[in-house]
């Protein structure tokens, strides 16, 4: 496979499955478009992609944003318009690339969100009214429930935020009549929408930590702005500059993973796209591996961590002097088994993978007074934000 697409993406996934003998979360999912649409897996270093099924041929279009998926029983929706008209959702399943095709849909959505507490598919129907409404997928009934944008106001077009814990969205939503912008949130067990005042800075995308509840955003330009955002006061407070007037955002549902307090961004200068990955502390950022797709929407999606140990970069339970010797053979010896995590094989944790690691694993194992290997030592969750890939680890149950 090349790592120079095929086709170009029309969706994108990038999800955070629960592993499974040490299985990776961070898997990248896309749709081509057409002909045929397929549904394939995205290094996020090197861009190489592998198909996993086809969805749709010629006369269909997959909606954007209109992609979710079902971190429980890893399943993937999104929506996609037909010939005449009519709109379903299709589910797949992320196991066996196996397809179910719903009814058509008794209301058009613009947009798809859900809510793995519930397990409730949401959709967002088209103005005036736009309203969130329940989705039964098999059947195609929409329900609305609650009113978020009338006439003269608009919800900006990006995926909005779920936070499964109190079972609240969020969405971006613009006054013409007032000239502001304004976060609009639904309770959905009490069908109660709370509108905040005017946010201090535009928005063009929105997260929320599924753990703590925290929002964060990216502003309008110039510059764009990583904020993090206090519903109850609409005020945003820069964290970051992410890029002048050069720079575009494309979508990302559910963009922060609370395990690694990370959020997720597509980022193009106008020739290549790369992912972002912003710490959600500092604000501090590192580009992912460069796309040479477009990326109209993605997902990140969180099912529990990934856990490792540094320094164990053979993977077999415990850190010794077979650490350093399997590193240096997989830098320097030809045909040598690189590191399946290499997280674990960055020992010194400066993001990279090179001769540092296992001169530290030497000299934590053998000089006295040296800094002992940063978290995770035992089977934790890399807080560092980098671009390393870790597919497995078998050194941790």
Do not use: K, W
């Not at 009338?150 to 969205?169: C, E, K, N, R, W």
């Not at 590191?339 to 690691?357: H, I, K, L, T």
């Amino acid at each position: 496979m090349s790592p120079i697409f095929a086709r170009t993406i029309g969706a994108l996934a990038i999800v955070f499955l629960c592993c499974e003998s040490g299985r990776a979360q961070g898997e990248i999912l896309g749709l081509t478009t057409c002909c045929p649409t397929e549904l394939r897996t995205v290094s996020l270093g090197s861009g190489v992609t592998d198909s996993i099924g086809e969805l749709g041929d010629v006369g269909t279009v997959f909606l954007s944003p209109g992609v979710t998926v079902d971190p429980v029983f890893r399943v993937l929706h999104a929506l996609r318009a037909e010939t005449g008209g009519t709109i379903r959702v299709i589910s797949v399943d992320l196991a066996t690339g196996d397809l179910v095709e719903g009814s058509p849909l008794s209301e058009p959505l613009l947009q798809l969100a859900y809510d793995f507490e519930s397990g409730q598919l949401l959709g967002l129907t088209n103005c005036c009214p736009s309203e969130v409404a329940f989705v039964d997928a098999a059947t195609g009934v929409v329900t609305p429930i609650a009113t978020v944008a009338a006439a003269g106001q608009s919800l900006v077009a990006t995926p909005p935020a779920l936070m499964p814990a109190d079972h609240t969205i969020y969405f971006i939503r613009n006054d013409v009549v007032l000239g502001d912008q304004r976060l609009v949130a639904v309770d959905l067990l009490t069908d109660v929408v709370t509108v905040s005042p005017s946010l201090t800075l535009s928005l063009l995308r929105i997260g929320v930590n599924d753990v703590t509840g925290e929002l964060f955003g990216i502003t309008e330009c110039c510059p764009h702005q990583f904020v993090s955002v206090d519903f109850a006061t609409a005020t945003a407070t820069p964290l970051s500059d992410l890029g002048d007037a050069t720079f575009t955002f494309g979508d990302v549902a559910a963009p922060v993973d609370s395990d690694t307090q990370r959020f997720y961004a597509i980022r193009s200068d106008g020739t290549d796209q790369s992912v972002l990955i912003i710490d959600t502390i500092t604000g501090g950022f590192v580009a992912g591996g460069a796309v040479d797709s477009e990326l109209f929407n993605a997902i990140s999606v969180r099912e529990g961590g990934l856990t490792f140990s540094r320094g164990d970069a053979n993977g077999d339970g415990g850190t010794d002097l077979s650490d350093a010797v399997f590193s240096l053979a997989a830098l320097f010896v030809a045909m040598s088994a690189a590191p399946e995590c290499e997280d674990s094989a960055d020992a010194n944790d400066d993001g990279a993978f090179d001769v540092s690691d296992p001169v530290y694993i030497l000299a934590v194992l053998f000089i006295p007074m040296t800094v002992p290997f940063p978290e995770p030592t035992v089977c934790g969750v890399d807080d560092t934000v980098d671009t390393l890939l870790c597919d497995t680890f078998g050194g941790c149950p």
